[in-house]
């Protein structure tokens, strides 16, 4: 809330610019002490709050409501405060602070507290994580960064750069591409919540900052490069042959690619040592995670920097090694691959929607394919069912939308409809019809199972990853995807939760499913642990 709302609510007593705040805060303490204000408001604050039965019981409802539309009932504490300040206003202090540390107790130890606490050592994990172990390794000094390609990823990470005031330059071919691309820029880093528009002192702070240019000796200069343009590899390995001799020795070069091998893509670089992947996710601006990629050949110092840089921009990096779909895609095909296989059977998208939901991801698997955008989905699903021919196969689902022209939230219709801006968008009644003879006749399968179908292709596929090497410990996937995906915090993140039902447990849930084929099949990993009676986080430790 702004300085004049918290006024007018009471909960500040006076607003002043920031640079007399000091002066102000010293005079309201004399005046306080002089009038003894301070202690009528202590003695009023410490009583029974005035209010009548049937406000409260409104404000307790309304409360209430609106608590658990944002919850979905999945996390128990802020019903229990609600509950402890409705419950406690005719109380005096004592009694309402004793009903508050028994509310409090109730809630101590629970799963849910369980699993955000370990969210909780997740990020601060995180936080003191430099992706190297050499401490002797100190990161380049990052003051000037070149964003190639304005498009959607390069204009969100030229903006997030100039929010943190780095000097930013963004780059494209065209002048049209450029003007729109710094456009974005300027709208996203001015933006006011408050009036929902372009702040305009803000665009006067923040345009000096952002340097729009269709010259490649531009970018040249800067202490880091960053690559957004098409996904095409030869187009970006020759942008890189033209650059990596203009640059200096400590200039870091990186690409944002989501499905190019990083090692491919510095083939023929002469040092490839100062090149990684430095993989953003879409809506740059509202995703924290950020996947630092070390190639075959990337250095220590490049990896260190690259860190050191992501943070610097106040998001969260972690260090994947090379492999199709790096770490949150190789984990989100397997996921939304089942529930095409799925709908296949003839399961109905309402339920698999809702069951991918009620395990409390933010979205459907279904839906999450049109706001990808289903030709995009299929490039990439492309990636993985070339690496993975054992257990990804093509669809033919989605080449069949394409072909109808329904590529998903962007052009009106995917699996969803999306006409009806005011409607949440609702599976197309006209799909069966569409697809007729690649969708089954409805099946009934229980909730148990279909969770089971839908979350143990990710788990299995963890633990390849695990046994593979892609990232260091069990925490680094639980983190990613708990920032890159939206994966349920109250559960602790994939591999925390598995460790919480037990592996015997995942175990009973796999027998049944192996039939379905190498998506199903247990790994050298989840044996190791059975049989050890470990845990994930146990062998990590
Ligand atoms: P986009 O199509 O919105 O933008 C690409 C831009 O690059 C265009 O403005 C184009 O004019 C420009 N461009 C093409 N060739 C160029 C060249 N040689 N020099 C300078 N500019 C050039 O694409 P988008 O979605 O921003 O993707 C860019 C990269 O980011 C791709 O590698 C993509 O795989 C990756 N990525 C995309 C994500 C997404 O959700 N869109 C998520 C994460 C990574």
Known sequence: ISPEAAYAMGLASQVTAPES???????????????????????KWSGPVEISPVELGFLGATASGYIQSQTKGNYPAPLAALEVMVESTGDDIETACKREAEGMSALFGSPVNTALLNVFFLTDRNKKDRGVSDDKVKPNEIGSVSVIGAGIMGSGITAA?????????????????????????LEEVSYNKQTRGADPERIVQYAPLVNGTTSEDEVVKSDLIIEAIVENADVKKNLFARLEPKLREDTILASNTSTIPITQLAAELAHPERFCGIHFFNPVRRMKLVEVIRGERTSDQTVASAVAYVKRIGKAPIVVNDGPGFLVNRLLLPYMHESLELLSEGVPIAQIERTAKRFGMPMGPIELYDMVGIDTATFAGRTMWEAFPDRIKSSPILPALVKLGRLGRKSGAGFFNYQNRKKRAQPDPQLGA????????????????????????????????????????????????????????????????????????????????????????????????????????????
């Not at 005079?27 to 202590?42: F, K, N, P, S, V």
């Not at 750069?161 to 729109?180: F, G, H, M, Y």
């Not at 939206?486 to 027998?511: R, Y």
Request: charged share 25%.
């Open 21 to 43: 705040s000091l002066d102000a805060a010293i005079q309201m303490i004399r005046i306080e002490q002089e009038q003894g204000d301070y202690l009528r408001d202590r003695q």
């Open 161 to 185: 750069n100039v929010k943190r005031d780095i000097l930013a330059t963004i780059l494209d071919v065209t002048p049209e591409a450029l003007a729109s691309g710094v456009r974005n820029v």
């Open 434 to 541: 569409l697809l007729r003879e690649h969708i089954g006749s409805p099946i009934d399968i229980d909730h148990e199972q279909l969770t089971a179908r839908l979350f143990l292709p990710m788990f299995l596929e963890a633990t390849r990853v695990l046994e593979e090497g892609i990232v260091r410990d069990p925490r680094d996937i639980d983190l990613g995807l708990i920032f890159g995906l939206g994966f349920p915090p109250f559960k602790g993140g994939l591999m925390f939760w598995a460790d919480q039902i037990g592996v015997n447990k995942i175990q009973k849930m796999l027998a049944p499913l192996e039939d379905l084929g190498g998506r199903f099949q247990t790994t050298e990993l989840l044996n190791r642990i059975i049989v050890e009676k470990e845990t994930f986080y146990g062998i990590s430790r």
